[in-house]
């Protein structure tokens, strides 16, 4: 239950302005080093991310976070920015608190872990923790002005006026915002004179536009398996996982996670039939004399339906393979191998799962998220510029950033 409303002006030694991950998680590790915490949060229920993330299982970690290598799983202006951070709070150490806590978790595939029951277990324990560590909960309460005197802080809340040591905003993104996302850590990183990378939605599906993908929209629903590239060559970017179609365009964990690196007017570049010679093995068809129609043997080595629908792009290749030409065969196992295609865009905020950008991490300490420029004053969790990857990265970095800012209140 929140706390009653103060009456007056409050003294806590730090107040964490959104009760997420990394503001929960910060809110208990400081709270239990023997910091008097003060924990706001708009919203209705805290966590609201953690709840629906990982279909519901909360991916919390992932085990292949390797922290000397930061840029290998995350982005951001300066991706070894969080390397500080992630090195002293790494993913044994979250796995360690959940195993204390008695919460039953699996391995998926590429090292993520989850858990076997529900996210709720997750905002439990995060809940648990800020108990034991004696934090003063305000819910919902907004924050309508933040001042800074020389001595400290006085946060104007719908609740009253609060003082305060310190300041750190854990507000995160600007995705999903019916459920509580705003730009309010941006806003307060402006107000003190803080940079701000240009916020992007990322992990997000894209968009194509509608005449050119309308003979793909009839694909809606279908999963396989591809390798998706995005960039130049000095620069390429590319992913072995799952591609989904969707009525208005490619979702699945490919798409996700080539959707941060993705830059507005260039192309994706995607194998759908991964390791497979599909040229070689139409041509040798052809010289079986194979009277099946080109789609039925293409079926072999992709989905029916997208081979189905891949045929009518060319009346070349609606014919029986022993009838084709060897061209024909050729280029659309090139097609096939090397499909190029430019999104118009991305379902934006309503559907990505974090914001890329943020605010700038030149302005921050990496040892202690402090601004550099603004004592006291911390930023933590997705509101900072770094984005990780699919699969768990962005929650470590939430616990990371959490407990480095933990220590230094
Ligand atoms: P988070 O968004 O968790 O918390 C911010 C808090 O601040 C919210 O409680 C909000 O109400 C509050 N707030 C915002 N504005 C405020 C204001 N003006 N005043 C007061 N409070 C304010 N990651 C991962 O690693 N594994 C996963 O399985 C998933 N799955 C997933 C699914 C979906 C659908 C989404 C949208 C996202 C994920 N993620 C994920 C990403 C992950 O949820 C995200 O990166 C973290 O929750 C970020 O933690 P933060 O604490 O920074 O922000």
Same mark, same amino acid.
């Given at each position: 239950?929140?706390?009653?409303?103060?009456?007056?002006?409050?003294?806590?030694?730090?107040?964490?302005?959104?009760?997420?991950?990394?503001?929960?998680?910060? +809110?208990?590790?400081? %709270?239990?080093?023997?910091?008097?915490?003060?924990?706001? *949060?708009?919203?209705?229920?805290?966590?609201?991310?953690?709840?629906?993330?990982?279909?519901?299982?909360?991916?919390?970690? /992932?085990?292949?976070?390797?922290?000397?290598?930061?840029?290998?799983?995350?982005? $951001? *202006?300066?991706?070894?920015?969080?390397?500080?951070?992630?090195?002293?709070?790494?993913?044994?150490?979250?796995?360690?608190?959940?195993?204390?806590?008695?919460?039953?978790?699996?391995?998926?595939? =590429?090292?993520?872990?989850?858990?076997?029951?529900?996210?709720?277990?997750?905002?439990?324990?995060? @809940?648990?923790?800020?108990?034991?560590?004696?934090?003063?909960?305000?819910?919902?309460?907004?924050?309508?002005?933040?001042?800074? *005197?020389?001595? $400290?802080?006085?946060?104007?809340?719908?609740?009253?006026?609060?003082?305060?040591?310190?300041?750190?905003?854990?507000?995160?993104?600007?995705?999903?915002?019916?459920?509580?996302?705003?730009? #309010?850590?941006?806003?307060?990183?402006?107000? #003190?004179?803080?940079?701000?990378?240009?916020?992007?939605?990322?992990?997000?599906? @894209?968009?194509?536009?509608?005449?050119?993908? &309308?003979?793909?929209?009839?694909?809606?629903?279908?999963? @396989?398996?591809?390798?998706?590239?995005?960039?130049? =060559? =000095?620069?390429?970017?590319?992913?072995?996982?799952?591609?989904?179609?969707?009525?208005?365009? @490619?979702?699945?964990?490919?798409?996700?996670?080539?959707?941060?690196?993705?830059?507005?007017?260039?192309?994706?570049?995607? *194998?759908?039939?991964? %390791?497979?010679?599909?040229?070689?093995?139409?041509?040798?068809?052809?010289?079986?004399?194979?009277?099946?129609?080109?789609?039925?043997?293409?079926?072999?080595?992709?989905?029916?339906?997208?081979?189905?629908?891949?045929?009518?792009?060319?009346?070349?290749?609606?014919?029986?393979?022993?009838? &084709? !030409?060897?061209?024909?065969?050729?280029?659309?196992? +090139?097609?096939?191998?090397?499909?190029?295609?430019?999104?118009?865009? !991305?379902? %934006?905020?309503? =559907? +990505?799962?974090?914001?890329?950008? %943020?605010?700038?991490?030149?302005?921050?300490?990496?040892?202690?998220?402090? &601004?550099?420029?603004?004592?006291?004053?911390?930023?933590?969790?997705?509101?900072?510029?770094?984005?990780?990857?699919?699969?768990?990265? /962005? #929650?470590?970095?939430?616990?990371?950033?959490?407990?480095?800012?933990?220590? &230094?209140?």
């Amino acid at each position: 239950m929140p706390d009653a409303p103060s009456p007056d002006l409050s003294p806590f030694d730090a107040v964490v302005i959104g009760a997420g991950a990394a503001g929960l998680f910060c +809110a208990g590790q400081a %709270g239990q080093l023997g910091v008097k915490v003060l924990l706001v *949060d708009h919203a209705e229920k805290v966590a609201e991310k953690i709840r629906i993330s990982g279909g519901g299982r909360c991916n919390f970690t /992932n085990r292949d976070l390797d922290p000397r290598a930061p840029h290998k799983h995350f982005l $951001g *202006d300066n991706p070894h920015f969080c390397r500080s951070a992630l090195a002293r709070y790494t993913p044994a150490d979250f796995l360690a608190l959940v195993q204390k806590h008695g919460i039953p978790f699996h391995e998926k595939h =590429k090292g993520q872990l989850f858990g076997d029951e529900s996210s709720d277990d997750f905002i439990r324990m995060l @809940l648990a923790e800020c108990e034991a560590g004696g934090v003063t909960h305000w819910q919902p309460c907004s924050v309508s002005a933040i001042a800074h *005197d020389g001595e $400290g802080y006085t946060l104007q809340t719908s609740r009253g006026a609060v003082r305060t040591r310190a300041v750190v905003i854990a507000t995160g993104g600007l995705s999903i915002p019916k459920i509580g996302a705003t730009d #309010f850590g941006h806003r307060i990183a402006q107000q #003190f004179g803080l940079r701000v990378v240009a916020p992007r939605p990322a992990l997000v599906p @894209l968009t194509f536009d509608g005449a050119a993908w &309308a003979p793909f929209a009839q694909l809606a629903g279908l999963a @396989l398996p591809v390798r998706i590239e995005t960039g130049t =060559k =000095k620069e390429r970017v590319a992913f072995d996982e799952d591609l989904l179609f969707t009525h208005r365009g @490619l979702s699945g964990p490919a798409v996700l996670q080539i959707s941060s690196y993705w830059k507005e007017g260039t192309p994706l570049r995607i *194998d759908l039939a991964p %390791g497979q010679d599909l040229a070689g093995e139409l041509l040798a068809a052809k010289a079986r004399g194979s009277r099946k129609l080109i789609a039925n043997e293409l079926a072999q080595w992709v989905p029916s339906r997208l081979a189905d629908a891949w045929v009518q792009q060319d009346a070349a290749w609606q014919r029986p393979v022993n009838e &084709a !030409s060897d061209k024909a065969l050729q280029q659309l196992a +090139a097609r096939l191998s090397a499909w190029e295609l430019v999104p118009t865009g !991305s379902e %934006g905020y309503r =559907k +990505a799962e974090v914001t890329a950008g %943020g605010v700038d991490t030149r302005e921050l300490s990496s040892q202690t998220l402090e &601004a550099t420029k603004q004592p006291r004053l911390y930023f933590i969790g997705e509101v900072v510029d770094v984005t990780g990857w699919l699969g768990g990265y /962005n #929650f470590q970095w939430a616990w990371a950033s959490g407990h480095a800012c933990a220590q &230094a209140l």
